[in-house]
Every structure is written in C-alpha cells, then in structure tokens.
C-alpha cells in the first residue's frame, strides 16, 4: 500500500500543466508531471462503479443534512400517529405495500401508524453520524497509537501490539452490548438521542482502533528504515517533524482507504446494536431498530422490513464500492 | 516448541483473566455510579431489608471489587460456598455464580446452550468455507470471465449484507410463503434428521455472508500468489495445471485464509448474538443478550468467558497450524 518517499501526495511541488493530455506548441518540450493524488483521482473518476457509489454517498449524506426540510415537505413528524391509516381489526397498514400512497411515500407502520419516510430520513442522520464519527475517532487512535509503536519501537511498541492483540481477541459485540445496556440514557445534558449517539460513537470508535492501528504500525516500521528518513534526520529534523512532515503524508493513502472501508462496518455495527435494543432508543427511529420492530410483523407486512433493510444494504454496498475504487485508485500494485 | 506453547497458554490465561476483570469492574463500576444495588435484582424491590442484607453477605456484594473478583475466580477453579449464617449453598467447581433472575447455576445452563452454538457455527463453517473458498478459486481462475464478474458482483451484496436483514428474508420467504418448518434446534444424538432439517436455513444464510467474504478474500490471494515467480517455474517445467494449481498455487494462496477462519469461528462460537436472536435458537447468545436486558451479571459474565476462551483458542491454533502449513513460519 505504500507510495513510496519519492511521491508526495501534495501536489504543490508538481503541477506543471493542469492536464498531460492537451497539445503542445512546437516548441514547447515540458512533460507534464503528476501527482500521485491526480493520477489517483483520474483513476478513480474512470472508475464508474466507485463514482456510483461515491454519488449514492453524497446522495445520503445531503439527505441527513436536509432532514427536518425533507419531512416538511413530504413526510409527517417522525413520532406522529397516525391511526387513521391502520387496519383496526389486524392492526395492519391500509392499502397496497404497507400503505405506500402519496401523502406517506413509504407507507406507515403496523400498529400505530407512523409515517416510514420521516424515520427513514432520520435513521439517516443518526446512522450516518454514527459511522463517521466513530471512523474518524478509530482513525485518530490508529494513527497515534499505531504510529509511535512504530517510530519509537522497543517496550512502547510491544506494550501497544499488546493491547492491540488483546481488543482483538475481546468479544467486542457481546461486551459493546453489555456496555451500552448499562449506561444511563442521558448524559452530557443531551437527549437520549443524541448522548446515546455519542456512547455508540465511543464504543464503536474505540473497538475499531486496532485495525487501522496494526497498518500504520506496520507501515510505520518499513516507513522508518527508508532513506528519506535518515536523510531528513541527518539534515538535524526532530522526531515530530519526521513524524508528521515526512511520514505521515507517505500513510495517508491507506489511512484514507481503510478509514473509507471502516465505516461500512461500522453502520452495521450501530445498526446490529439498535436492532438489538441497545442503540438509539425509542421512540427516536433507527434503520437497525426499524428492523427489530419489523420482527413481529415480517409474515404480515414484509415492506415494513425490507425498507429499513433494503437502506442499510444500499448504504453499506456504497461505501464498499467506494472504498474498493479508492483502494485500487490509490495503489498503483493494485491490477 | 514445548517452550512456545507453554508461553502462548499463559499468555491466553492471562487475557482472559483481563477480559473478565474488565467486563466485572464495568458491572461492579456502572451500577455503582447510577446508585443501583445487585442485590436488589436478586431478590426484587418489595423484600424487607434483612433479607437484602442476608443476599448482600451471602453473595459478598460489600467486598471491594478485588476482593469479589478474587472470589470470582477461587470459585472458578476451586468452587466456593455462599454462606449467610445458617444459609450455606455449595457451588460446586467450575462456578460461574447464580443466574440473579432464575437462581440456577450458571454454568450448567451455558454447557446446555453449547450445543445449539456449536451446531450452528461448526454447520455454517463447512459451508461458508467449501462456498467461499472454491468460488474464489474458481474465479481468480477465470479472472474477467462473465462468472467472474458474477460471483464477484453477488459477494459484493454479500459482504454489504447484514444477517438480521438476510435473516428476516429467509424467513418470510421459506418459512412463510413455502412452507419449510421454523428453525429449531434438535441434539444431533436425539434426530440427526430434525438437527439437520432444524438448522439448515440458518446454516445457509449464515454461510452466505460469510462465503461472500471468503470468496473475495480468496481470490485476490489466488490472483497474486498467481503472479509468483515460482507459478511461472512450475509450469515452464512441465507441470500439468492441476498440479500447478493444487499443488503449488493453493497451499500459498490459501494460507492467510486460515487466520481468518479461526477469527471468525471463535468469535461466532463465543455466541452467534444477531443469528440466535433471529431464529430464535437458544445458544449462547441468545442467553447473554437475555442476562443483558435483565443486568445479569453472573450470566453475561459466563458468556463473555466462554466467548474470550473460543477466540483465544482459536488464535493459538491457528499459530500452531500456521508452523505445519508455512514452512517459512518458526515457532519459537
């Protein structure tokens, strides 16, 4: 996964034209140099299935961001009933496919009645959040503890690969579940949502840690022995600057890569929690907990699970598809 | 190696001896800073206070948490006795502690549920393993062929897909709409028909996630072991493909895979927790997430040993078998 010393991911040193295709006059003989990031972003924008996913990512992510607007205008408050839309015998959804019509674009829930759209749009958010606060907290712990194992070596480095090997072997599924049902629902004076939130993004980040960490270690270990390192350290450069000006940018590619496909992983972390009962707590919506309600009346009206299901594969699938093309973009080894 | 595997075992003591410290101190910790009392869940909110006394001496709810760990653990190996005056109840080694909900023994209700986890991981094991690794073969083989592509497209979906969602789908669909009956869980030794009928749609949508994962992973091990130099040997010098294949082209490119499957069948025995709560089986997970929501701590204690010693485990062996498989490899 490495660049290589010799290719700066910055592209401020060489940028001779903008692009190496276009024509040159006679006289003109400059060879257009460039960049590991451009060469990387020409190949992934050929890369149609990454772009795709990258576009359903966006997609998603302005979705969350206009929520309250979205429901304004084609949803109903996401804790609204709504029993006029029920079945009252079967408890059951009028009309076809869960009662999808044009008031409720997403039909409403068995029972009582609340508009799927609305939840939908919320468990977004929340899903959303989740996953990449808790990729961005792994990221930062993975890169600081999986880099100074790997520069500073010795009893540091056993003590973190210790730790590291140990997180690895922790039933962490069972022990997040255990953690998270014992926590006091509000904390830090937010609502139950958003504090439940910023426990899953805790407990999430922090078990993802080591795998990010075990790359930059190893990463850090070969980084460490390469020439431009002992070159900028006989120029008289400190530690820090070695750490962050030299080595850091040479990590960046699989940092960003394997950040990307941690989140993947992480939304069906937040996603098994809250179907579990241990995620965002009701009556606040989430795709996971949409899916544990639809345990009851999967038989009876299968839309009711196979929405929330169906966004969760979407959402999953666009980030694999993503990190897959930035992965191949960013590895020149790579095919 | 006498000496590698003795300093691999008191390594994987030592973890576990971590792993429950830390899971006691989080329970013995959090119910302590939001004012609760476990001797209440013993005996519930109505009991007059001696008799909450008489659980809290019995169980030895106000020792410091070292002391109750340490206790913990001299009952593990030894057992150990509950005593409250007159009240003496023996718990025979190895002791887990009482259920606070049910007052059963705790560790003869998880050897119960054994069964039912080992069942379902070993079962979906065989399959996710034969699916995953001979379409992965097959397509590094036949590499930008249209099957190729095709299986590659379906382990996508694969690995995108959670099982409580695929879960659900086969149940609707095989259960509901074609009649198969529910999944259910029979000891092999009673009906190996009913254990394998019971387990098979669970075996299978389990295997399916899983052999999405393998069959990536598998091929683009294939693909570069492949590329080798000594693959290129093998067939200069006249070596028929099979054995170019079989012999040389597998043994390499298959082994990162065995760390991995060890990862993966000792968290799944440790309690498959999404899969049981889906069908309904009742292993180990199914118990642990049960002693979650009613805070039973000795329960959920239980599970979390038995999870942390199948993945330690599973780690030493595959290091051991790692040492027969990689020459390259030296114990040491």
């Not at chain 1, 997609?59 to 029993?83: C, M, R």
């Not at chain 1, 049902?181 to 139950?192: H, Y």
């Not at chain 2, 190696?1 to 300093?7: D, E």
């Not at chain 2, 089986?281 to 979390?304: F, H, K």
């Amino acid at each position: 996964m490495s660049l290589g010393p010799e290719a700066p991911i910055s592209d401020e040193i060489v940028a001779p034209t903008d692009d190496a295709a276009v024509e040159r006059t006679a006289g003109e003989k400059a060879i257009a140099g460039r960049s590991l990031r451009q060469i990387a972003w020409r190949r992934l924008k050929k890369d149609r299935v990454a772009v795709g996913g990258g576009i359903v990512i966006l997609v998603l992510i302005f979705i969350a961001i206009i929520a309250p607007l979205l429901i304004k205008l084609f949803g109903h408050p996401f804790d609204e009933y709504h029993n006029e839309k029920i079945d009252p015998t079967l408890g059951l959804p009028l009309g076809h496919l869960g009662g999808i019509s044009k008031d409720y674009i997403l039909g409403v829930e068995p029972v009582n009645g609340r508009d799927i759209f609305s939840r939908i749009v919320y468990g977004a958010q929340t899903t959303l959040t989740v996953a990449f606060l808790s990729a961005f907290l792994s990221t930062i712990l993975g890169v600081l503890f999986g880099m100074t194992a790997g520069f500073v070596g010795g009893w540091v480095d056993s003590i973190v690969s210790r730790i590291m090997d140990f997180l690895l072997a922790f039933p962490q599924l069972l022990f997040s579940i255990a953690l998270v049902s014992v926590l006091p629902p509000t904390s830090f004076g937010l609502g139950p949502r958003w504090s439940r939130v910023l426990v899953l993004v805790a407990v999430i980040g922090f078990f993802g840690w080591p795998y990010i960490g075990r790359i930059v270690r190893g990463q850090t270990l070969s980084l460490r022995e390469r020439e431009f390192v002992e070159a900028s350290r006989s120029l008289g450069a400190r530690s820090p600057r070695i750490l962050f000006r030299e080595m850091l940018p040479n990590l960046a590619a699989p940092i960003l890569v394997y950040t990307t496909l941690i989140i993947p992983t992480n939304i069906l972390t937040e996603a098994a929690l809250s179907f579990l009962g241990v995620g965002i707590p009701p009556p606040y919506p989430s795709w996971g907990g949409m899916l544990s309600d639809a345990l009851q009346f999967y038989r009876y009206d299968p839309m009711f699970m196979i929405i929330p299901g169906a966004m969760i594969f979407i959402t999953v699938l666009a980030f694999n598809l993503f990190g897959d093309g930035l992965r191949d973009a960013l590895d020149p080894k790579a095919h | 190696m006498l000496a590698y595997l003795i300093r691999r075992l008191i390594n994987a003591v030592l973890t576990l001896i971590v792993v429950t410290f830390v899971t006691f101190c989080v329970f013995f910790l959090v119910p302590k800073a939001t004012g609760s009392d476990p001797a209440l869940l013993y005996v519930g909110k109505q009991a007059d206070p001696a008799a909450i006394a008489g659980i809290r001496e019995k169980f030895g709810f106000n020792d410091p948490v070292i002391v109750q760990y340490g206790k913990f653990l001299k009952g593990l190996v030894f057992g150990r006795d509950y005593v409250s005056g007159a009240d003496i109840t023996h718990c025979s080694a190895p002791c887990l502690g009482y259920s606070f909900k049910t007052s059963q023994e705790v560790w003869p209700l998880l050897i119960d549920a054994l069964p039912v986890t080992v069942s379902l991981a070993i079962g979906a094991a065989v399959l996710w393993v034969l699916m995953g690794v001979s379409f992965g073969v097959i397509s590094a083989l036949r590499r930008g062929t249209i099957w190729d592509r095709s299986v590659m497209t379906v382990a996508l979906a694969g690995v995108s897909l959670p099982i409580y969602f695929t879960g659900l789908l086969s149940l609707s669909i095989f259960v509901y709409w074609l009649g198969f009956p529910n999944p259910s869980f029979t000891p092999f030794f009673d009906n190996p028909w009913h254990w394998f009928t019971g387990l098979i749609l669970p075996w299978i949508t389990l295997a399916f996630l899983f052999a999405a994962t393998y069959a990536r992973l598998t091929r683009a091990n294939m693909l570069e072991t492949l590329g080798e130099d000594y693959i290129r040997t093998a067939r200069a010098k006249g070596l028929r493909e099979r054995a170019v294949i079989g012999k040389h082209g597998l043994r390499s490119g298959l082994t990162p895979l065995v760390t991995v499957f060890g990862l993966d069948l000792g968290a799944l025995l440790g309690g498959a927790v999404l899969t049981e709560a889906v069908y309904n089986l009742r292993g180990l997970g199914y118990y642990a997430l049960n002693g979650i929501r009613q805070s039973d701590l000795p329960v959920i204690l239980g599970v979390t040993l038995f999870a942390a010693t199948f993945i330690v485990i599973a780690n030493l062996i595959v290091d051991l078998l790692y040492g027969v498989i990689d020459p390259r490899v030296r114990l040491g």
